[in-house]
């Protein structure tokens, strides 16, 4: 729990810092790609090798873009976090298949769902979306030559035995996580994809799981596979949002 809140704290700080500078950065970027375009016409399609480094810019600048996109994301949640609802959790979980349906088939990903009928949960539907999708994007990029995606829900009970929500599991059969980077996966900016990756994908999800009061853990075997268990309150119990700044919630429990 201390890790937790410390943790917590740390998100919150970089949050304030970046959403700023992530602003500021869009408008000299949409800048320079507009003027790019203008030269790219201008020039025509005779001056081939000059076209050429325009794409090359023109990649990069789209690589700013989505890490500022996703700083975005990560630093003001509350732009789109506007309330909460009741939310079925497996007619998510299928529409966030088939929005990533193209990362999993590219890589030849079979998906399996173990989905039953669970207890409504109290969050952001579009938070929930993203979060599922940041999970299974991962898991397809982790199985760049195939295996199996297992999606699972269930409801969950508190040690008491009072029904406290549902706990979702994601399942890959994947290259896994090195021990000596488990603890950091959750970290912004914490990344081993290099040039493709930004490193806040866990770490935005990390931070919505927690603004509705919900629990993310992972397990791993290198060259086995990563398991992440999502523990979500369900709407009755649900106790984390009213506080919050701008927080509302769409209808009571
Ligand atoms: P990114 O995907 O941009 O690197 P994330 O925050 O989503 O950023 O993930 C951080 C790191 O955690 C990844 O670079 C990868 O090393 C590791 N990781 C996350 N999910 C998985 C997974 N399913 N299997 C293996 N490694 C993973």
Redesign the pocket.
């Known amino acids: 729990a201390q890790q937790q809140l410390v943790m917590s704290e740390k998100l919150a700080a970089i949050g304030e810092l970046t959403a700023g500078v992530a602003h500021e950065v869009n408008n000299p970027v949409a800048v320079i790609q507009g003027n790019l375009d203008v030269m790219k016409s201008v020039l025509g399609p005779a001056a081939e090798p000059v076209q050429r480094e325009i794409g090359l810019i023109h990649a990069q600048i789209d690589r700013i873009r989505l890490i500022v996109t996703k700083l975005l994301q990560f630093a003001r949640p509350g732009d789109f976090a506007g309330y909460t609802e009741a939310v079925d959790i497996a007619p998510v979980v299928h529409d966030c298949l088939v929005l990533t349906a193209h990362n999993l088939d590219r890589n030849d990903v079979e998906v399996v769902t173990h989905l039953e009928a669970t207890a409504p949960v109290e969050i952001n539907r579009g938070e929930l979306q993203q979060v599922l999708i ?1 999970l299974i994007v ?2 397809a ?2 199985m760049p030559d195939g295996g199996t995606l297992t999606l699972a829900a269930h409801d969950w009970s508190d040690a008491d035995g009072t029904p406290a929500g549902v706990e979702l599991v994601v399942r ?1 059969t ?4 090195a021990s000596e ?1 488990l603890a950091a ?1 959750f970290d912004p900016f ?4 290099k040039d493709s ?7 935005v999800t990390y931070t919505i799981v927690e603004r509705y009061g919900g629990r993310i853990t992972v397990a ?1 075997q290198p060259g086995e596979g ?1 398991e992440f268990h999502l523990r979500l309150r369900r709407q009755a119990e649900f106790q984390g949002g009213p506080e919050a700044p701008g927080f509302m919630r769409r209808w009571k429990g």
């Open positions: 940041n991962n898991a990029q982790a890959d994947g290259v896994g996580i980077d996966i914490f990344t081993t994809k990756g930004t490193g806040l994908g866990l770490s791993s990563t």
